[in-house]
C-alpha cells in the first residue's frame, strides 16, 4: 500500500480481556517495529522484525505482550489480560532494512 | 543502552522566527532521523541522517556522528511547525528522545 495502515484506529476494553492490534506495512519493507507511546510521552520501543529472522522481543514489557508477523508482511500485536496501564497509542512503523521508518496512524488503546 | 537527549523540552516562538533544536546520544549509532509529531499524533519523518548535513526546505539537519549529537534548524517558523520533534537513534534497537514540543504563534 501507499503507507503504513493499521486498525483498529480506537480500541475500549475491559481489564483482563485480550486485544489484537494490526499493522500493514509499507509493500516490500522488510523491517517492522512495533511502539508504545503514553500520554505526553516519547516512544517506547516494543519489538522488531526483520525479514525472516528471529524477532528482537527486548522492549515488551512483559509476558503477556506478544507479536508475531505472518508471511513477512502483516503484524499482530497480542496483548493478552490487559491492564489499566496497558492504556497507550501502539504505533507500527515499516522500514527498509533499518533504515528510514514511516510510522502508521496508531492503535488507540483504552483499558477500562 | 543507548540515551538520547533532546534539548530544550519547550520552545515557544513568534512566527518566522528561527530555532535550533539539539540531539545528544551516548554511543555510536547505525541510524539517526529526526521526525515531527503533528497535533493529531502522527509522526512524519523529517530527516534520516546518521551524519552530515540535509535540507530539505526550511528545515535542515546536521549530524556529527564523532561528537555523537545531531542538530535541527527550522528557518522562519510557521504556525503549521508546531508539535514534538523527536530524534531517533538506532544501535542494536530504535530509541527515541523524550522530544522538543514547539509552540509557534501568529
Known amino acids: 500500500g501507499a503507507g503504513v495502515s493499521q486498525s483498529p484506529s480506537n480500541k475500549v476494553t475491559e481489564k483482563g480481556k485480550d486485544v489484537e492490534l494490526r499493522c500493514d506495512p509499507i509493500?516490500?519493507?522488510?523491517?517492522l517495529y512495533w511502539y508504545r507511546q503514553s500520554l505526553g510521552q516519547g516512544l517506547e520501543f516494543l519489538i522488531y522484525?526483520?525479514?525472516?529472522?528471529?524477532?528482537?522481543k527486548s522492549g515488551l514489557p512483559s509476558d503477556r505482550f506478544s507479536a508475531e508477523r505472518t508471511g513477512g508482511s502483516v503484524s499482530t500485536l497480542t496483548i493478552q489480560r490487559t491492564q489499566q496501564e496497558d492504556s497507550a497509542v501502539y504505533l507500527c512503523?515499516?522500514?527498509?532494512?533499518?533504515?528510514?521508518?514511516?510510522f502508521g496512524p496508531g492503535t488507540r488503546l483504552t483499558v477500562l | 543502552g543507548i540515551q538520547v537527549e533532546q534539548s530544550p523540552p519547550d520552545l515557544i516562538l513568534q512566527e518566522g522566527a528561527n530555532s535550533t533544536l539539539r540531539c545528544n546520544f551516548s554511543?555510536?549509532?547505525?541510524?539517526l532521523q529526526w521526525f515531527h509529531q503533528n497535533p493529531w499524533g502522527q509522526l512524519i519523518n523529517l530527516f534520516y541522517?546518521?551524519?552530515g548535513t540535509k535540507q530539505n526546505g526550511r528545515l535542515s539537519a546536521t549530524t556529527v556522528a564523532t561528537e555523537r549529537y545531531s542538530l535541527l534548524y527550522i528557518s522562519s517558523s510557521q504556525t503549521t511547525d508546531s508539535g514534538v520533534y523527536f530524534c531517533?537513534?538506532?544501535?542494536?534497537?530504535?530509541?527515541f528522545g523524550a522530544g522538543t514540543r514547539l509552540t509557534v504563534k501568529p
Open positions: 512503523a515499516s522500514s527498509l532494512a533499518r533504515r528510514e521508518q514511516f
Open positions: 509493500s516490500g519493507h522488510t523491517a
Open positions: 554511543d555510536s549509532v547505525n541510524n
Open positions: 541522517i546518521p551524519s
Open positions: 531517533a537513534v538506532e544501535r542494536v534497537d530504535m530509541r
Open positions: 522484525f526483520q525479514g525472516n529472522s528471529a524477532p528482537d
